[in-house]
Structures are given as C-alpha cells and as structure tokens.
C-alpha cells in the first residue's frame, strides 16, 4: 500500500510539474479587462467628476474597484504570492499532514479536496490562493500605516520616528470568511452552504464580479446603439444620457457603482484608491477635510515634563482648528447651528476667525 501511495503521488507529481510549464504565465492585471476597467472609470468620474476640486479619477476609484474584484482570499501553499501550478505541488506534498498554509478547505487536514481546489484556484473559479491584483489586501493589517510619526513624551509634540506601513500586509482570512468573500464574489453558487440562504442571493454587495461584467457590457451596449461607440469614447453629456438610463434601468449596478465610488474615495490609500497627491495628501481624505488614521500620533500628547497632556496646536481638542474655514458650509446652515448649539444647548460661542463667530446673538 505504501508502495501504491508513492507511486501515485510521482505519477501526480509528474503530470503536475507538465502543467506549470504551461500555467505559470504572469499573472492577470485583474478581473476586469482594460476595456472594462476604462468603461468603470469613466463612470465612476461621471458619478464623481473633476471640477475645481479632484473627483474619482484623481482619487483612483476605478482602480479601487479593480483590487476590489480581483482579490483571491486564501491560501498561498508555497508562499510565493503567486497562483500557479506550483502550488498544487506544494499541497500534494503536505497530503496527509495538518499544514495550515496547504489545508486551503480549512478542515484540519490536507487531502484531496484541497489539491482540486487549488487547481481550480489557478483557473479563477474558486476564490483560493494570493490576489492576483498587484498586492492589494482584502483586509490591511495593522496598527499603524506610517503616515503619523509616534508622539515623543519628552518634549510632548510628535517625534521624527515614524512606525512601519502595516497596512500592507494583508490579515489572513479564517475558512468562513473566506466563503463569505466567495459569496461576494462568485455568487452563492460558489458555496453550497449557503444555497437555502436567501440573503446570499439579494444582498447587493453579493456576486459582484458577474454584476460588474454584464453591468459594463449593457453599458456599452447602450452607448453603441445610441452613439455609435464604447461609454469611455462617449464625451460628457452623452456619457450623462447613459447613466441616466442605466440608472432607470438597471438600479442595482447603478447602486453598487455608487457604494465603490464612496469607498474608493475614502478608504486607506492601500486598497487602491484614495489616491497620494503631489502635496503628499491622500486626495479623498483631503477633499472632504479628514485626518484619515492619526495613530500612533494621536490629538493629544503625553508631556513628562509636565506630568500631563498637551493638545496638537494644529489639531486641539478644545477649540475650533485654527485652518477651519467652514468652507462650503452655507449661510442657512450656521444660522442654525448657532441656534441650536448657542441659544438651546449654551454652548461658547468659537471664537474668530471661525466663520459663523460673526453671526447675531
């Protein structure tokens, strides 16, 4: 029986080592084309367009979406951050053992089931293996992302010693997320656990790479019929007619382009979007005027030579911050801010040069 074993797991080995000559080709951009990819950033910059201040195509949102769709939550076998034929390889050698890294169905032990899944994996129909987009991680690590030094203690401002970026290392994902990620990805045909589950069918986040390409694919169906040529060729206001349609038409991709656009523009730099400026700021955290994540830094500062804390003169706790202009913020709306936090809660009045300071009492 031994003897059998063996033999089977060299004839497996050879034909697996036939297969990685064939399969190790780089792998893809992502899961939309380029095509596809430039039909969604034109949407997206319609969704969020650039005027006077920057919109989705500055901030990066169609590339946001592009990691979104192209993550493969799971196992990586042989720990190249790569999905090739090498690692079904690396799982047929662990056959039998508990290795965490090969045992990609999360059942305890390495076995058959995880060598056809990690084959499947390298065709792109079950969400196994390392992202195929450019290093992108589904979840960032942490604590800190390096963009605010640590406080010093001693002096009780910030210090010159900056942490790591954490955050591009990716959390590894425990077996049930990693269905639901499949879930949200494939659809729940992907997971027989979840077929009798009706939210796994009407969620609007759920089989989002199928909604993606037959929502791109009637968008640019109704640019030709109607303009003769691909959404991203279209110019603006005709670019506008479509979406209008399609926002009549076919709601839930218009919502779920609506969802990403807002996480694109917002979330931490290391998912794609929210793009760095050339000043250095992230560009959705800038535009709507927030810090992003403070830490280690923090608002206030532990002073020793005081035995106490010290707020940020740039970013006080007490008191209004000294850039805050109130920009965009209309008449209407401070008059009754002033009503409602002077006259009926009491509050202090701020202080100048804080833009509602001039209004009636």
Known sequence: MQGAAAASSALLLTRVSRLTHALEAPAPAGFLTDAELRVVEALTARLLPTDETPGA???GVAN???ALLSVFPGADPNGDAQTTAADVTAVIRALGMDDPAADVDGNGVVDAADVALTRSSIFGTVL???PTFGGHPLFAGGPFSGRTPFPDPATGTPSTNFPP????????????KRLAWTVRLLGADAVPEVADNPLATTLPDVDMRRRYREGVAEVNALSMSQFGAPYDELNTEQQDTILKTVRQQSRDFYDLLINHTIEGLLCAPEYGGNRIGDDGQP???KLTHFDGDSQPLGYTIFDETINDYRERPDKPNSTINPDDDCSGVSSDMLAYLNLVLVRLAQATRFPDPFCDSGLPE
């Open 64 to 66: 946001y979406i592009q």
């Open 283 to 285: 560009v959705g955290w």
């Open 165 to 176: 970026n954490a955050f591009l290392t990716a959390l590894p994902l425990p077996r049930v």
């Open 57 to 59: 195509r500055e901030a």
């Open 128 to 130: 196994v293996g390392a």
